[in-house]
């Protein structure tokens, strides 16, 4: 079990609520990026939780309705992929992680941030490098992040059948670089991400 050596740190320097924040989706070539932002009872147990890279998508998927229910507060925060193209996808990523807070219930006065930069939150907080795998709290917001926005894709897998999205969920895999080259590029799509690419079709 991944112990609340964060959480703790924080309760000792005089905060209450402290949030956990993730995201997920940085890397695609389609659809939004998604973050997440959730504040855990320290020492609750949920077994197996940890990193969501590091768990198969079946045990991220049984894990997220247990962290809904032990969770004092949650929030997710999208942004969408003209927000990514606007602004770049850190940018992007940090407004998803400001919205994620702003849509808590029970608004946090710290935050753990997964990562070595810290969002513009109105609220104090720390970046913790690699934290999905040290802070249970950023642990749980990586997986409610990933499955949030895995979700999305799968429901575009039913309107773009021929994109395979629920395989590689908006990824730049061959399959998906493939299905672009045979069907153009979608308005899901984020053109920023995919300049290089039709820049070299254009000269082949």
Same mark, same amino acid.
């Not at 934290?131 to 992040?145: F, R």
């Not at 949030?148 to 979700?151: A, L, M, T, V």
């Not at 991400?193 to 039709?198: M, V």
């Given at each position: 079990m991944m112990e609340f050596f964060y959480e703790e740190e924080a309760l000792t320097? $005089?905060?209450?609520? @402290?949030?956990? @924040? #993730?995201?997920? $989706?940085?890397g695609p070539l389609a659809g939004p990026v998604c973050a997440a932002a959730v504040i855990l009872p320290v020492g609750c147990q949920l077994e197996?939780?940890? #990193?969501?890279?590091?768990?198969?998508?079946? %045990?991220?998927?049984?894990?997220?309705?247990p962290i809904l229910s032990q969770a004092l507060s949650y929030g997710i925060g999208w942004a969408s992929e003209a927000e990514i193209d606007e602004l770049n996808i850190l940018q992007a990523t940090f407004l998803a992680m400001c919205r994620a807070v702003e849509a808590m219930e029970l608004p946090p006065d710290y935050a753990l941030v997964d990562g070595n930069r810290m969002p513009a939150l /109105?609220?104090?907080?720390?970046?913790?490098?690699? $934290? #999905?795998?040290?802070?249970?709290?950023? /642990?749980? /917001?990586?997986?409610? /992040?990933?499955v949030?926005? #895995?979700?999305l894709l799968c429901e575009w897998d039913q309107k773009y059948p021929q994109y395979g999205f629920a395989k590689?969920? $908006?990824y730049g895999t061959k399959a998906h670089y493939a299905a672009i080259?045979?069907?153009g590029?979608?308005?899901?799509?984020?053109?920023?991400?995919?300049? %290089?690419?039709?820049?070299k079709s254009s000269v082949e």
């Open positions: 320097q $005089g905060f209450h609520s @402290i949030c956990g @924040i #993730d995201e997920a $989706g940085r197996g939780l940890n #990193d969501s890279k590091k768990l198969s998508e079946k %045990k991220r998927e049984s894990l997220f309705q /109105a609220i104090p907080g720390k970046a913790i490098v690699k $934290g #999905d795998g040290k802070s249970p709290s950023i /642990a749980a /917001a990586s997986i409610l /992040a990933k949030s926005r #895995d979700r590689h969920k $908006g080259r045979e069907y590029v979608l308005p899901v799509h984020r053109q920023s991400f995919l300049k %290089k690419y039709k820049e």
